[in-house]
């Protein structure tokens, strides 16, 4: 017995339209979406996969030290409502929630934090700060 599947493009077809079932997607599902991680003496890079997600579909939330991103697709109008009188015959393509939470390293400048989006990959630069040595000399009395 082999554990792939067998492909039947046209026996599904036929069955969809002559035994009026139709194919429904997975229930949408959260994703935790790939981290790259990159640091200098300078800064903390991290990259966060979100593809085909819209900038204004993604969230950036700092509390505390805990960095949460997220990102959602709302489902299109186009979905919604049946502007044509069509059933789909396979959809695989479903929107799916990402989320990602990082705690952040105390030498972090959180108020300098920037993001940008490009070709699905979300890239926040995070400024360090200069550590500070507090050395302390306590005097015996």
């Known amino acids: 017995m082999s554990t792939l599947t067998q ?5 599904d077809i036929v069955d969809l339209f002559f035994n009026e079932r139709s194919y429904k997607s997975p229930a949408p599902k959260s ?7 990159k640091a200098s003496d300078k800064e903390l890079i991290l990259q966060f996969e979100l593809p085909g997600y819209d900038k204004s579909e993604i969230n950036i939330n700092l509390e505390d030290r805990l960095l949460a991103v997220s990102a959602e697709k709302q489902q299109s109008s186009e979905d919604k ?36 989006c490009s070709n699905g990959i979300l890239t926040l630069t995070l400024p360090k700060v200069a550590k500070e040595d507090k050395v302390i000399n306590i005097s015996i009395n």
């Open 81 to 116: 409502t049946e502007v044509e009188k069509s059933v789909w015959v396979r959809r695989e393509i479903s929107s799916a929630k990402y989320e990602r939470k990082v705690t952040l390293p105390e030498n972090i400048d959180t108020t300098g934090i920037s993001a940008r």
């Open 7 to 11: 492909l039947r493009p046209f026996e």
């Open 31 to 37: 994703i935790t979406p790939a981290m790259n991680a």
